[in-house]
């Protein structure tokens, strides 16, 4: 008889515990479907109760990597300098300095040479009219081998010098004002290379 009783609660239990979940399912989907019409139509969906309240944790803001920093430093250096353009003694001095902050610690150039490099390419840079993915590649090329001229091949540094070289030649530097671009680069590194 016992058994008989608990399996007609059951049968009468179940069906109302499916129903009430069933219910819930429906409910949600309803929400759903609302929220994504007031998306369409441009209304934004209610707060969500799904998130606690209180403080919510911030934002991880990472520095930027050394070659980050560089490339974004002598970008701005090189920006200004256009063709034709006067280039004042603060941009040369910047651009000396960003060239040498380009290198890392141990492994410093001369200032003689950083400022050789800095000149021939102040002189390429207003000579000729350089182009905005150019100007970029320039950079590029600066960047990856003075930040990695204690462990940059002969192989790496004279596939960013002739590149460099190429850069000018295409905006229409005569061939050999590019090489000296060039031979400035491989001076500058090559001393890094020695101070390593």
Request: glycine share 6%.
């Amino acid at each position: 008889m016992k058994s008989s009783g608990l399996c007609l609660g059951l049968a009468i239990v179940l069906p109302v515990a499916a129903w009430a979940g069933s219910e819930q399912i429906i409910k949600q989907r309803a929400k759903d479907i609302r929220d994504q019409n007031n998306t369409k139509q441009g209304v934004p969906p209610p707060a969500s109760s799904t998130h606690p309240a209180g403080p919510q944790p911030q934002a991880v803001i990472l520095a930027p990597t050394p070659e980050q920093a560089s490339t974004k430093r002598l970008s701005a250096a090189i920006e200004p300098i256009i063709a034709g353009a006067n280039v004042t003694p603060e941009q040369r001095q910047k651009l000396n300095s960003d060239i040498m902050a380009a290198v890392p610690v141990p492994t410093k150039p001369s200032k003689e040479s950083v400022t050789r490099l800095s000149d021939e390419l102040i002189r390429g840079l207003i000579a000729k009219p350089v182009s905005g993915s150019q100007r970029e590649r320039l950079v590029a090329n600066l960047v990856s081998s003075l930040g990695n001229a204690a462990k940059l091949s002969p192989s790496q540094l004279d596939a960013a010098a002739s590149d460099m070289q190429a850069i000018f030649h295409s905006a229409g530097l005569p061939n050999p004002d590019a090489g000296k671009i060039s031979d400035a680069l491989r001076s500058v590194v090559g001393e890094a290379q020695k101070g390593k």
